[in-house]
């Protein structure tokens, strides 16, 4: 299967769902993440680090990636973002899209969730200047933020207990972000949310997922818990 995995900037995906884009990989699924910006500026950044540090990333998820152009701190829900993700929908047929969570204290991750939406109904469109063949996702799938600490119960959890280590050493490629001063106990505490998430469902790390739409199964899956 296809799995398209939207970010507003680049380390937004591995700290959302790092373990389970490992885990699709490995498993033989292709999985692309679409940076919407690069993140910059930042106050130990620069578009060149950045770029370094999502690619080194990406190579230990096992997965593709692409970085647009659209600015960060002012990402917008506008009608020429919407086609331009649609455009890359269209080119990589996904299965299914993730997204952040359209509730976070940054705008950027709420613009994001929503373009996610919005961009998933224009791929579909006939008779648009859209390249590529129209296409529709089955459904978009949300991640959380990291800003808020949301009281939100997650429509699933997924098992990254064997991609737990994967998702850390990616988030540590980026030292721009998270070993300046402040920033020392930010990693454990996102990894400790995994295992969180995990004892709740009796694994030993998770990632919670939130969908809009609901999931019908024709058969109880294998391993469900």
Request: with cysteine.
């Amino acid at each position: 299967m296809n799995f398209l995995c939207i970010g507003a900037h680049p380390d937004d995906v591995e700290i959302g769902m790092g373990g389970t884009a490992a885990a699709l990989s490995e498993q033989g699924h292709k999985v692309f993440v679409l940076d919407l910006t690069n993140g910059e500026p930042t106050p130990h950044g620069t578009p060149e680090i950045r770029a370094a540090e999502s690619a080194n990333s990406a190579m230990i998820l096992g997965v593709d990636r692409r970085t647009l152009d659209m600015p960060n701190r002012y990402l917008t829900d506008t009608i020429e973002n919407r086609k331009q993700i649609a455009g890359v929908i269209r080119e990589i047929q996904p299965h299914y899209v993730f997204a952040p969570f359209p509730v976070d204290a940054h705008p950027d991750h709420i613009a994001a969730g929503e373009l996610a939406e919005a961009a998933r109904f224009y791929a579909k469109l006939t008779k648009s200047d859209i390249e590529g063949e129209p296409f529709f996702p089955g459904r978009v799938i949300y991640y959380f933020p990291v800003h808020l600490r949301l009281r939100q119960e997650p429509s699933f959890l997924n098992d990254i207990s064997s991609t737990l280590s994967k998702k850390e050493q990616a988030i540590r490629c980026y030292k721009s972000q998270f070993t300046a001063p402040g920033k020392e106990t930010f990693i454990d505490l996102i990894l400790n949310e995994n295992k969180y998430w995990g004892f709740q469902a009796g694994l030993g790390a998770a990632e919670p997922f939130f969908q809009r739409e609901l999931t019908a199964f024709s058969r109880w899956p294998d391993g469900y818990r």
